[in-house]
T-cell receptor, first 115, second 115 residues
Framework: GAVVSQHPSRVICKSGTSVKIECRSLDFQATTMFWYRQFPKQSLMLMATSNEGSKATYEQGVEKDKFLINHASLTLSTLTVTSAHPEDSSFYIC???????????FGQGTRLTVV | AQSVTQPDIHITVSEGASLELRCNYSYGATPYLFWYVQSPGQGLQLLLKYFSGDTLVQGIKGFEAEFKRSQSSFNLRKPSVHWSDAAEYFCAVKGTQYNNNDMRFGAGTRLTVKP
């Protein structure tokens, strides 16, 4: 199957700083990428959907100014958590889907800890 | 809107025993159906998927799932569980119309395998 690489796998940052998470499709062109957040022992909650070259569509309750999503190319989307706070600590997972395809492929996730 | 229910939050089985994880969905038509597995601190790995055709679907690692339209179910089964199967399992549904953000996950079932 297609491979999606997410980087970094773990990151620790100080309160008030920003952190960027990358999601790359390695062997296909991802016209659509999805960003999820997962709290401990809970399911995945969709945060936003991004189409290459367009602004991301955010789910209700997700602060677009806090979680900046960029999908500038067909193989890369980034999620930037701005002015991070301890409550932003979570597991973030991306997935990517190619044009005309049903299935999306998931990255390995990023564990963000804000101290 | 579609939804997914995984009634069992936590299941414990003995190694070598059979396993069935339940998944029920609510959707206006037959959606695309998926089962994913997640090990601690990892992303999601696709076990199997149902799009159409044969209602018994074979997946990786010896898993299978059966789509039952009359019961709106897509239960995951394995005849003999291995200790390495201990993980979190997520059922997911996606609408059959091409839509950017309509994949929904169940709450997950955590599988513990006793020696």
């Amino acid at each position: 199957g297609a491979v999606v690489s997410q980087h970094p796998s773990r990151v620790i940052c100080k309160s008030g700083t920003s952190v960027k998470i990358e999601c790359r499709s390695l062997d296909f062109q991802a016209t659509t990428m999805f960003w999820y957040r997962q709290f401990p022992k809970q399911s995945l909650m969709l945060m936003a959907t991004s189409n290459e070259g367009s602004k991301a569509t955010y789910e209700q309750g997700v602060e677009k100014d806090k979680f900046l999503i960029n999908h500038a190319s067909l193989t890369l989307s980034t999620l930037t958590v701005t002015s991070a706070h301890p409550e932003d600590s979570s597991f973030y997972i991306c997935s990517a889907r190619g044009s005309g395809l049903v299935e999306a492929f998931f990255g390995q996730g990023t564990r963000l800890t804000v101290v | 809107a579609q939804s997914v229910t995984q009634p069992d939050i936590h299941i414990t089985v003995s190694e070598g025993a059979s396993l069935e994880l339940r998944c029920n969905y609510s959707y206006g038509a037959t959606p695309y159906l998926f089962w994913y597995v997640q090990s601690p601190g990892q992303g999601l790995q696709l076990l199997l998927k149902y799009f159409s055709g044969d209602t018994l679907v074979q997946g990786i690692k010896g898993f299978e799932a059966e789509f039952k339209r009359s019961q709106s179910s897509f239960n995951l089964r394995k005849p003999s569980v291995h200790w390495s199967d201990a993980a979190e399992y997520f059922c997911a549904v996606k609408g059959t119309q091409y839509n950017n953000n309509d994949m929904r996950f169940g709450a997950g079932t955590r599988l513990t395998v006793k020696p």
